[in-house]
């Protein structure tokens, strides 16, 4: 008989999982047939049992001594030097020198909310968590006061789905199979992207779009609902705040204007209006990688629009986590202790350079790998007066740079909740092996610090794990849970709508106040210097950004670019190329994919290079006036360095 968990993985999905032990060991992990996994394992969870014994793991604490070789240390020994580090830069320096790195390596409450709580209430410098999502996410919430949207379940009534700058087919693939059944019932499936995806080759429809354009294709439909008066006025004069101030917005996104900008021409651009129009009801699923650009917080603001245009409440799929009852600030006791120093994600390595923080404590991140301006995180990491502990699962581009590094469950050795950000189930993990070697979990370990640092402040810092459950989810939700291990969530009314108005603001008040336009000011495009590519990167089925490297191995070096771009640069498919940036240089190779347009290269999220690099070394370390990281405005050039029958592989 199988132990349910649920996935808890930086993943759309969060599938639930059967898993089989024997003898105290892992045997297998299968899907479970519930109506979201439906007994379909994706190609990670299909190598957890591999990754759970990989010779990668970390297994015992252990300290750098030097040309990146470690020493076993004890548990008792790396704790006082880590207590005694960290208890010396808060005495002489103060929190704002202590940097907490994390992110969403693991997504559960305990390991991932919990364990903020000692770092909270000292107050230490965090980042704002930024990298992901976030400029999409402030833009929602100007507009309808939070993020979410349609949930699976929704799926089932529509008749269209739009795919904006969403590859679900590769990131979210349970997800993409609820989709897929649309198009089975007769309806419709569109898809949005600046390249042809594996979403776009199975959709009815594809449009293509120059990069950071979107914003301009979503304003030039909604001036043509305008109109050709296809609005719902009804809907309008009782749900929305701001629709004439918006109507004279959009006179500017005529759609002469709209194709020059987009590349869309025209006509199709009409016939797209005219799709939402008879595809009621309809769904937008908007892509992350769409709004890491600069203007990316438009371009999502643009697109949510459209649907309110037509009647449709909260028409999108985004992010769902604040459309379930989770009380996760309570969690990481920011009610309690609100105050904290915050850099942004993506000026990370720029920050450390700087020499401010002595003690730097990372967990559920790979920064090293997944940040953008990669030298700079890694230089800063290394330098002399910085104390680095790294709390990791397996030995990662960030802890072989550690000077400790301490040894962690995976999920499948450790108690958590679990929730998602697609669907309202919530999942009691208990583990179902011992943990491994001397790993002990996130939470745990910040509770064993807290001990040594402020132990007159235990019982506030570390309630029961299963209070903490209770405080997450309500009482009611956690008595059902403790009973049957998972149960679904009621969540929030699609018609509510959380801005200061109360109404769908197509005309945001709060962004007045917060110094943002208060109508949508899109980007006509990502433009580059004449010689440069745009860099759009995105997920690879085979990883969730660097795990599972660990099994498959390290991302393929090609970069891929249009046979226009090709010509243009004299290059051939595998030869060998330099591509650089204003923040690095990579050697890689070149790949020619009648997929992409010109101007644009594609490579894997967080590919390796040919010369033992990450793609990240070259990524755009920029914000977006919404917040947000700009990786997908990356302007690089390529230069052919050596043919397949030539060549020889620089080494970094």
């Known amino acids: 008989m199988s132990i349910v968990l649920g996935c808890p993985r930086d993943c759309y999905d969060t599938c639930r999982l059967g898993v089989y032990v024997e003898g105290g060991r892992i045997s297998r992990v299968v899907a479970e047939n519930d109506r979201y996994t439906k007994g379909v394992l994706c190609p990670r969870a299909a190598k957890d049992v591999e990754r759970v014994y990989s010779p990668l793991r970390i297994l015992y604490p252990s300290i750098n001594i030097g040309g990146g070789v470690f020493k076993k240390i004890d548990w008792g020994y790396a704790i006082d030097l880590l207590v005694s580090r960290l208890r010396e830069v808060l005495e002489r320096y103060g929190p704002k020198y202590v940097l907490l790195l994390e992110y969403a390596g693991n997504r559960g409450i305990l390991t991932r909310h919990a364990s903020r709580r000692l770092w909270n209430y000292l107050a230490a410098t965090q980042t704002d968590r930024s990298i992901c999502n976030y400029s999409g996410a402030r833009a929602l919430k100007l507009v309808y006061g939070s993020t979410y949207g349609v949930f699976p379940d929704d799926i089932e009534q529509l008749n269209m789905a739009i795919i904006w700058g969403f590859n679900p087919a590769v990131s979210a693939i349970h997800l993409w199979r609820r989709i897929l059944g649309i198009k089975e019932r007769g309806g419709q499936i569109v898809t949005v992207d600046v390249r042809v995806t594996e979403t776009a080759r199975q959709s009815g429809s594809f449009i293509k779009v120059r990069p950071g354009s979107d914003g301009y294709l979503a304003l030039g439909i909604a001036r043509y609902l305008l109109e050709h008066n296809y609005i719902d006025r009804e809907f309008i004069e009782r749900y929305t705040y701001g629709f004439n101030e918006l109507a004279k917005h959009l006179d500017k996104y005529g759609l002469d204007t709209v194709e020059r900008a987009t590349g869309v021409p025209r006509n199709r651009i009409a016939e797209f209006a005219e799709m939402m129009v008879h595809g009621k009801p309809f769904a937008i699923f908007i892509g992350y990688g769409l709004q890491r650009r600069y203007g990316g917080g438009d371009i999502v603001r643009s697109i949510s629009i459209l649907p309110a245009l037509l009647g449709i409440h909260r028409g999108f799929y985004y992010s769902n986590t604040d459309g379930l009852p989770l009380n996760l600030a309570a969690v990481e006791g920011l009610d309690l202790w609100p105050s904290r120093n915050t850099i942004s994600m993506e000026k990370v390595g720029e920050e450390l350079c700087k020499g401010v923080y002595k003690f730097v404590y990372i967990h559920l991140h790979n920064p090293v790998a997944t940040l953008p301006n990669a030298n700079k995180v890694a230089e800063g990491l290394r330098q002399e007066d910085v104390f680095v502990v790294v709390h990791e699962t397996h030995w990662s581009d960030t802890a072989k740079i550690a000077d400790m590094v301490l040894p962690a469950p995976t999920f499948y050795e450790k108690l958590d909740l679990v929730y998602s950000y697609l669907h309202n189930m919530v999942y009691l993990n208990r583990p179902v092996i011992d943990p491994l070697g001397e790993s002990i979990g996130e939470y745990q370990l910040m509770c064993e610090i807290v001990k040594h640092i402020i132990p007159d402040s235990y019982a506030e810092l570390c309630p029961d794990p299963y209070k903490l459950f209770e405080i997450a989810i309500g009482k009611e939700n956690f008595e059902r849970l403790l009973n049957v291990g998972f149960i679904e969530l009621k969540t929030r009314p699609r018609d509510e709508y959380q801005t200061p108005t109360r109404r769908i603001e197509l005309y945001s008040t709060a962004a007045e106040r917060e110094g943002l336009p208060p109508l949508p000011v899109p980007s006509a495009g990502d433009y580059c210097n004449e010689g440069e590519l745009v860099l759009i990167t995105s997920a690879h089925p085979l990883y969730i950004h660097t795990q599972f490297e660990e099994i498959y191995g390290s991302k393929q070096s090609c970069i891929y670019i249009s046979l226009e771009d090709a010509e243009r640069f004299k290059l051939s498919s595998g030869d060998l190329v330099k591509v650089w940036s204003r923040r690095g240089t990579a050697i890689m190779v070149a790949n020619i994919d009648s997929n992409i347009s010109r101007g644009i290269a594609w490579t894997s999220r ?36 050596a043919t397949t029958d030539t060549m020889e592989i620089p080494t970094s």
């Open 606 to 641: 967080q590919a390796h290079t040919a010369d033992g690099r990450r793609i990240n070394v070259l990524l755009d370390d920029g914000v977006d006036s919404y917040g947000g990281a700009v990786l997908n405005s990356t302007c690089i050039k390529i230069q052919k360095i």
